[in-house]
């Protein structure tokens, strides 16, 4: 689950909350577009209703922190050096 901030003392302090929250967190600044991105990362058994409980709270925390909820997911990075075949 990711939430995307304007500046990174937004990104703090919603991340300061999460944490108060027990939640398992990642802070990152996207530097293509300026943006900070906070990864929560939950283990759990993939459920329908669990997720949009999930997807609920953590929209209203992103609102309340003047984030945007980005959703959930996988991403994958293709490095430079995997793409030539050095790697």
């Known amino acids: 689950y990711s ?6 003392e937004l990104a703090e302090k919603c991340a300061l909350f999460l944490l ?4 398992k967190i990642s802070l990152f600044e996207d530097e ?7 990864t ?3 283990y ?3 459920d ?9 709270w953590f929209s209203k925390i992103a609102t309340e922190y003047q984030g945007e ?6 991403m994958a990075y293709v490095f ?5 075949g050095t790697s």
């Open 48 to 56: 329908y209703s669990d997720i949009v409980d999930l997807e609920e």
């Open 80 to 84: 430079d050096d995997q793409i030539d």
């Open 3 to 8: 939430i995307a901030f304007q500046s990174l």
């Open 32 to 38: 293509e577009t300026n943006e900070w991105f906070i």
């Open 69 to 74: 909820y980005d959703g959930w997911g996988c």
């Open 20 to 23: 108060q929250e027990e939640q």
């Open 44 to 46: 759990m058994e993939p």
């Open 40 to 42: 929560i990362y939950v």
